[in-house]
């Protein structure tokens, strides 16, 4: 079990591909970074998250959330209201994604660190 603290864990996301933990997802103070997971990386049945990002050891870097992700996030009515029932603003993509991302269409789904820590 990974121990991380409170305040870091929320700045961290793990990202799966089906079943299996395909990297971390991290909120900077100035942007983005995702990593693929070196176990998944040496998995024979990984795929890409995107065809926006390729298998690599390297991290990706980005002053936005990475399209793809902020592509996983509702909208128009639908993110409305998964804003004011959960009262967070529109512009912290990065909470509405811990937020919505557990459950999304397609195979990539998205969850707090702590959530993933235990599995």
């Keep these: 079990m ?3 603290s409170r305040d870091m864990s929320k700045n961290r996301a793990a990202v799966f591909h089906g079943r299996q933990q395909a ?3 991290t909120k900077k103070a100035d942007g983005y970074e995702f990593a693929y997971d ?3 990386l040496s998995s024979a049945a990984a795929l890409p998250i995107s065809l926006s990002m390729p298998l ?3 991290k990706y870097e980005s002053k936005e959330l990475f399209p793809f992700f902020d592509g996983l996030l509702p909208e128009g ?3 409305d209201l998964d804003c004011a029932a959960a009262k967070i603003d529109k512009s912290d993509k990065f ?3 811990l937020h919505t991302g ?4 397609g195979a990539v789904s998205v969850r ?3 959530e993933s820590d235990g599995e």
């Design 56 to 58: 690599r050891e390297e």
């Design 95 to 97: 909470r509405l994604l």
């Design 112 to 114: 707090p660190m702590e």
């Design 77 to 79: 009515w639908l993110l």
């Design 23 to 25: 990297g971390v997802l």
């Design 2 to 4: 990974k121990i991380i």
């Design 38 to 40: 070196g176990s998944y």
């Design 102 to 105: 557990r459950d999304p269409v």
